[in-house]
């Protein structure tokens, strides 16, 4: 599938802005995954062509890092902690529940093809607000089985999120998509908000 | 010394990620002042108020500045927002309440050190934390704090804020420009240090979140008041990120030299479900356990450092009895094994081998030469890896080991973790 317009002009845009179009690889990786939910081969190659740099060179830098995905997933990715902080605080119990409710093994996608789940060992900077996890990207804290039952039900009739493409600032058609990507509510915030005696 | 809210003063603002708001609490008075003074002048004030990088090492900052090589252009500023390590979550909370505080932090270090180019590379996890960036660059272009003739005083200055895509290593400094140059991030040989050789072979600044968030700070109220907060040798304060067995986690700014034990027993409410404190851990995952005998151990560089730990970036893990300690340094373990970049053989392959042995132990199939064998692999991984990945690896296990050594030798004995609280299938 061809890269959209938007994305390519993203793409170009990024190229220009850094001091080298090298560095313009993960925006650019990032750009393809929010508008395709994956980054095929045939996406890099196109990245390759529009960066002006070998295909070998775009898989090498995308094959390094967790986060970009090679193959289509659920509608919502679902990443929890088992960390040790979160470990301490209860997360095996609740990986155990988000398994039996999801019905899915660890990395697999629900039947309906909404969520996609996995358990992480990478640490998502959440531990005050232990057991956690990444639900779309955005932190859901101090998680207990209602907690996650409650996610469950809303993310199985949510559509898709939409993400900004990356890099300030959008002009054109990226402006329009970076707008209807605003998020729904605040992030969340951390648990014990009080600094002040 | 005690609670002090220095970063912090202004987070029950409402709306203060708001520009004007922001401006209201006194910001950007420091990138004023500090544009009407000479870059030199406002290196030696950092110098001078002993501010050390909050990234973990503690470098003085000011130092680090003075070590760009004379004449040499262009030069740039990257702001390590790659917050990555297990129990912090400070620059996230930095981001999040107060994005124009850390931006700010930015300006006021590129023109210290002669940058027209900064950027913030920030781990791909923190998506509402990028936005919240990213809205603040916008909002600072817009009412001319940056771009080109900043404030009409001749200086220009761009941000460039860069998404990372889930890798631990690109919080190395040196690992951390070659992904911003769209490498693999992979750290690379020092010396050249990113000072003389950095980002584009070029001079190089690497400052963490919370050093730059400390600037506008420093340079409104003098270097001799900075100084006098905290410890002659750890001035200022630092965000503390309290996890794990505690009635009330979360951030807390502390004064340097604060006793731990207010931070855990009287801000924390201390130890939950009135269990007894079984040990803690500063610093993160990479740092030493630390047992109840140290909680009046001040919260400063020097003084944990003493104790036989480090202070790194600001963790504070809690652990009560009940907790597994083979279990706690398996998940650590296992996180390295993970985020080993695989460029060095001692880590690539040592951290896998103690992954194994630590699921050996988990699981019930450990033998009794086990905690030795472990002991001598991480003995042949510390001070043998490329760079700090692999040598932090091993501290917290062996930490463990020294002063938990009957814990392991219970699950030979017992074939299995007599805890039982965590199953082996949990941690993929």
Redesign the interface.
């Known amino acids: 599938m061809p890269l959209a317009k938007p994305t390519v002009a993203q793409i170009q845009e990024l190229a220009a802005?850094?001091?080298?179009k090298?560095?313009?690889?993960?925006?650019a990786?990032?750009a393809v995954q929010h508008e395709q939910g994956y980054v095929t081969d045939e996406a890099m190659s196109e990245i390759a062509q529009h960066l002006g740099l070998p295909p070998s060179?775009i898989e090498?830098?995308a094959?390094?890092?967790?986060?970009?995905l090679t193959r289509p997933e659920g509608r919502h990715d679902v990443v929890i902690c088992?960390?040790?902080?979160c470990?301490?605080?209860g997360?095996?119990e609740m990986?155990?529940y988000l398994e039996r409710q999801l019905g899915v093994r660890?990395?697999g996608t629900t039947a309906d093809g909404a969520i996609t789940w996995?358990?992480t060992?990478?640490?998502?900077?959440?531990?005050?607000?232990?057991p956690m996890m990444?639900v779309d990207?955005?932190?859901e804290e101090n998680l207990t089985p209602e907690r996650i039952d409650a996610i469950i039900e809303r993310l199985r009739k949510e559509p898709a999120p939409h993400?900004?493409l990356?890099?300030?600032?959008h002009k054109g058609e990226g402006a329009v998509q970076a707008k209807a990507a605003e998020?729904a509510k605040k992030?969340?915030?951390?648990?014990?908000?009080?600094?002040?005696? | 010394m005690a609670i002090r809210p220095l970063l912090t003063k202004d987070f029950a603002t409402e709306n203060l990620e708001q520009l004007p708001v922001y401006e209201r609490t006194g910001g950007y008075a420091g990138f004023k002042k500090a544009l009407e003074m000479q870059p030199d002048a406002l290196v030696d004030m950092v110098k001078k108020s002993g501010l050390r990088g909050r990234g973990g090492a503690g470098f003085p900052t000011g130092n680090k500045w003075s070590f760009l090589p004379k004449g040499v252009y262009p030069r740039y500023l990257v702001c390590n927002a790659d917050e990555s390590e297990p129990g912090c979550f400070k620059d996230r909370y930095l981001m999040e309440e107060s994005p124009h505080q850390v931006l700010e932090g930015i300006l006021i270090a590129s023109y210290a050190i002669g940058c027209n180019l900064a950027f913030i590379y920030i781990r791909g996890e923190y998506l509402p934390q990028h936005e919240a960036l990213e809205k603040a660059i916008d909002e600072a272009r817009q009412s001319g704090y940056l771009g080109k003739n900043v404030l009409g005083k001749g200086y220009d200055i761009d941000v460039i804020l860069h998404r990372g895509a889930g890798a631990y290593i690109c919080g190395e400094e040196t690992a951390m420009l070659t992904s911003l140059e769209g490498y693999r991030g992979e750290p690379r040989l020092k010396p050249p240090f990113p000072a003389v050789k950095g980002l584009y072979g070029k001079p190089t600044v690497v400052n963490n979140v919370e050093t730059v968030a400390n600037l506008p700070h420093i340079v409104l109220n003098g270097a001799e008041w900075f100084a006098a907060i905290g410890t002659p040798t750890g001035s200022g304060t630092r965000l503390w990120c309290m996890s794990g067995h505690v009635n009330r986690p979360g951030n807390y700014e502390m004064e340097n030299g604060t006793p731990i034990r207010e931070l855990i027993e009287e801000h924390g409410g201390g130890v939950w479900k009135n269990r007894t404190l079984k040990a803690f851990q500063p610093g993160g995952a990479s740092m030493m356990v630390l047992l109840p005998q140290h909680l009046d151990v001040g919260l400063d560089f020097d003084a944990i450092q003493k104790a036989g730990s480090l202070a790194g970036a600001g963790a504070m893990v809690v652990m009560d009895e009940t907790t597994c300690m083979v279990d706690a340094a398996r998940r650590y373990v296992k996180f390295f094994e993970h985020e080993s970049c695989g460029k060095c053989t001692p880590c690539r392959e040592g951290t896998y081998w103690m992954a194994n042995l630590f699921d050996r132990f988990e699981g019930g199939d450990a033998k009794p030469g086990d905690i030795d064998l472990l002991l001598d692999i991480g003995y042949n991984i510390d001070g043998r890896s490329f760079c700090p990945l692999g040598d932090a690896s091993t501290w917290f296990p062996r930490s463990v080991i020294k002063f938990f050594r009957d814990e392991f030798q219970e699950h030979i004995s017992e074939k299995g973790c007599p805890f039982k609280k965590s199953t082996v299938e949990a941690v993929a």
């Open positions: 802005r850094y001091p080298s090298q560095s313009a690889i993960i925006p990786l990032w060179l090498a830098t094959s390094f890092y967790s986060m970009f088992i960390n040790a902080p470990m301490l605080r997360a095996d990986v155990a660890d990395g996995h358990s060992i990478e640490c998502l900077g959440a531990c005050g607000g232990a990444q990207h955005r932190f993400y900004p990356p890099g300030p600032p998020p992030p969340a915030r951390p648990r014990a908000k009080k600094v002040q005696d």
